[in-house]
């Protein structure tokens, strides 16, 4: 199971899709000693990796000794992070403390639209320090890509530069409109884009030796099953049942898109809200409605339940952007067909 926790709303950037709108240190975010607690409950609830992102994690000024405590709590740490802060001396501090993989946010390989999107002049080039930085000091790291129309043809290149530069992984996101992100919400994919992209991952697989993993695209299960390709994975979205996430003042969502809070660390204990939170519960019966509830694929698929969330107001809906439902024959008859 995965959790992610936003250590902190403060952020040295200002991207574009920012589901956090993520920028200035929020009001009463979680002190040292509740991030401790907080981390006592995420180890007891029975977690095994436990992301620190933000905002920006490492404008946090305890967060060596966070890391540090998770370790000792037999969590696995691992960061997100947009990487212009990783100078050597603080990779080497992550690794010292405790820190398996860091993830860094790569966009394009071309340095002028990744400073677009993240709204700072000299991000990929402080980024790609950081991971070059990472190298140094034998810290592990992965590329991570959020995938929009404009940067759709060039995944492949991404990866290519992820391989070159010496990440063990490159996962792509696929765009959902949370936060910031609803003021390019025209700049998603669509079921065609998301179909075809799927499939082009699924093909680069075979060709590099890193992991590639797309993220906000659970049809990536449906498509990996189809072309006979293996995963390590059980299932596309987790939100709710093996995956949640606690912003930086403790408040409880099933996923990082999916905006509804369950609950607050401060007035219930994180463990107690993962096992009795209703939406939580609901999630995990998984009676999803419309193509994705008739769908054979639905228990290794699941869709996106905050793509669903965002576009019907309903996070047990069907998955909007999914070729495989949008095709003319309906998903009872598509199961017929397959005989899966």
């Not at 926790?5 to 009001?27: L, P, S, V």
């Not at 765009?175 to 910031?180: A, Q």
């Not at 607050?264 to 519960?281: A, C, D, H, L």
Request: charged share 25%; hydrophobic share 40%.
């Amino acid at each position: 199971m995965i959790i992610s926790w936003n250590t902190t709303n403060a952020c040295n950037m200002y991207c574009k899709h920012c589901y956090r709108d993520a920028g200035a240190k929020a009001e009463d975010e979680l002190n040292t000693e509740e991030a401790k607690w907080l981390i006592d409950e995420i180890a007891k609830a029975g977690f095994k990796i436990m992301i620190f992102s933000g905002g920006e994690p490492l404008m946090r000024q305890d967060i060596f000794e966070l890391v540090r405590y998770a370790k000792t709590k037999g969590l696995r740490p691992v960061f997100g992070t947009n990487g212009t802060l990783i100078t050597v001396e603080v990779a080497k501090k992550l690794k010292e403390a405790g820190a398996i993989v860091v993830g860094i946010s790569l966009d394009s390989v071309n340095p002028q639209k990744h400073d677009n999107f993240r709204a700072m002049p000299g991000a990929w080039r402080k980024a790609v320090q950081g991971m070059q930085n990472c190298v140094k000091a034998r810290l592990k790291f992965q590329i991570h890509t959020t995938v929009v129309d404009w940067n759709y043809d060039e995944v492949e290149k991404i990866t290519d530069f992820a391989v070159e530069i010496g990440a063990v992984g490159h996962h792509i996101f696929f765009l959902v409109p949370t936060g910031r992100a609803v003021n390019i919400e025209q700049q998603t994919l669509r079921a065609k884009q998301y179909e075809d992209l799927l499939y082009r991952i699924m093909k680069k697989l075979h060709e590099v030796n890193i992991e590639l993993k797309p993220t906000c695209a659970p049809q990536f299960m449906r498509i990996a099953k189809q072309m006979g390709v293996k995963t390590r994975f059980s299932k596309g979205c987790l939100a709710g049942t093996a995956y949640c996430i606690i912003s930086p003042k403790g408040d409880v969502q099933p996923c990082a898109y999916l905006n509804i809070v369950v609950g607050n660390v401060r007035n219930t204990p994180f463990s107690e809200i993962w096992k009795n939170s209703k939406v939580f519960k609901r999630l995990r019966e998984a009676k999803l409605t419309g193509g994705c509830g008739i769908c054979i694929f639905q228990k290794i698929c699941g869709g996106c339940r905050a793509r669903a969330y965002f576009y019907y107001g309903d996070y047990m809906a069907e998955e909007p952007w999914c070729l495989y439902r949008t095709n003319e024959l309906s998903a009872s008859e598509k199961n017929k067909e397959l005989k899966i």
